[in-house]
Nanobody
Framework: QVQLVESGGGLVQAGDSLSLSCAASGYPFSSYSMGWFRQGPGKGREVVAV????????RDVDSVKGRFTISRDNAKNTMYLQMNSLKPEDTAVYYCAASPSLFGVRASTYDYWGQGTQVTVSS
């Protein structure tokens, strides 16, 4: 059974940092690219950052460049998102997802999804 479990969300103030984790099981983690997506209040789901199966390639959305860092540890079947200098507009439910594609930014290419973790940034 495939499981993706996010953790690390919470309520913080603008300028603070949070580190999200995504623990994966039930599929060959190191053979899948991974991504973080988010859905803010009244908004659609958007990609935040993606990472290739090896971790050698990453890409993030312009709004988080220089503030968020995606990484993975294939030995631990875990992906991370370090979020610094958080802004109120980062408030959203953050989801991790797994894709058999080499490196994808479209949600439609992702087969497995976690339940999400809430991140709330107060001003």
């Amino acid at each position: 059974q495939v499981q993706l479990v996010e953790s690390g969300g919470g309520l913080v103030q603008a300028g603070d940092s949070l580190s999200l984790s995504c623990a994966a099981s039930g599929y060959p983690f190191s053979s899948y690219s991974m991504g973080w997506f988010r859905q803010g209040p009244g908004k659609g789901r958007e990609v935040v950052a993606v990472i290739s199966w090896s971790g050698g390639m990453t890409r993030d959305v312009d709004s988080v460049k220089g503030r968020f860092t995606i990484s993975r540890d294939n030995a631990k079947n875990t992906m991370y998102l370090q979020m610094n200098s958080l802004k109120p507009e980062d408030t959203a439910v953050y989801y991790c997802a797994a894709s058999p594609s080499l490196f994808g930014v479209r949600a439609s290419t992702y087969d497995y999804w976690g339940q999400g973790t809430q991140v709330t940034v107060s001003s």
